[in-house]
């Protein structure tokens, strides 16, 4: 069975001192927990995110890059590459967020160069796709999303499950409030693991997580998870409260019970 994700992005929010409260506050509680059905994730901003992999050394917390540069090395202002995130020893990094997409101008091309130089650093891209209101108003919904994936994974090898998870984030649910209900992720979540299973193969598409993120909150996690092809959460606003990020563990902890 799939492992249950649950991956705070917490974007461009927290100072040094609000990871550090928030490590101390998350670190017993989750010492405990069992690893086989849980991964928790953590994506705070740069400068944090080799202290928060010593405050959380002890724990079970993968700690996530949010996004990664599209060049390997060289005079570029500001960026930072797969292979200083590597050298952190971090194993995760999110890319293609659709904030990064529309703010950014990242095209699928561009979201394809960061994941390929995450893959040769032996990072584990955390891909996201969505589409928007007007997409989904349109019907566009499955076209959209394929077009990212088609795009995004382009002439990529997959070799194993471990090589790559997949987030479901339609824009119009990020920090809206408004969530996807359980059966309008699915039916994109399904629409992915097919197309998995057409690109490669079946066994990779049953074990590379899909996770849903939008509005995911304690209050409706469980209904999302209780959904064949929702393997987590990508969650940013409730992800930035540690009782409410322990409150989500413990709920998907339960749901596999
Ligand atoms: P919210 O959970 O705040 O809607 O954000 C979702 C998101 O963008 C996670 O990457």
């Known amino acids: 069975m799939r492992k249950i994700v ?8 927290k100072d040094l001192e609000d990871v550090r409260a928030f490590c101390k506050a998350i670190a017993s509680s989750l010492k405990t927990i069992d690893l086989g059905k849980i991964l928790p994730i953590l994506a705070p901003a740069y400068p944090f995110l080799a202290l ?19 060049h390997a090395e060289g005079a570029f202002t500001g960026e930072v590459s797969a292979a200083m995130l590597s050298s952190l020893g971090l194993e995760y990094s999110i890319v293609g967020h659709s904030e990064r997409r529309a703010m950014h101008n990242e095209s699928n091309e561009i979201v394809r160069e960061k994941l390929l130089l995450l893959m040769d650093n032996s990072l584990r891209p955390i891909l996201c796709v969505g589409e928007t209101l007007e997409q989904r108003d349109a019907d566009d919904t499955k076209k959209v999303i394929l077009e990212q994936l088609n795009g995004c994974l382009r002439n990529v090898s997959l070799y194993n ?9 339609p824009v119009w649910a990020i920090g809206t409030g408004r ?6 992720a699915q039916e994109v ?9 057409h690109s490669y193969n079946e066994a990779l ?13 304690p209050d409706n996690i469980a209904g999302l998870l209780a ?8 969650i940013g606003g409730a992800s930035l ?14 749901s596999r019970k």
């Open 161 to 169: 499950a471990d090589d790559i998870m997949i987030a479901y984030e």
């Open 189 to 197: 979540h399904r629409i992915i693991r097919t197309w998995l299973m």
């Open 227 to 234: 959904m064949p092809d929702i393997d987590g959460g990508l």
């Open 205 to 217: 598409a049953d074990e590379i997580p899909i996770l849903y993120g939008g509005s995911v909150k």
């Open 52 to 70: 928060m992999q010593r405050e959380l050394s002890d724990t079970p917390v993968q700690v996530a890059a949010q996004d990664v540069s599209a």
């Open 179 to 184: 969530t996807a209900t359980g059966e309008q």
């Open 241 to 254: 409260k540690a009782d409410q990020y322990l409150q989500m563990i413990n709920i998907a902890l339960e």
């Open 6 to 13: 649950i991956a705070g992005n917490w974007k461009m929010y």
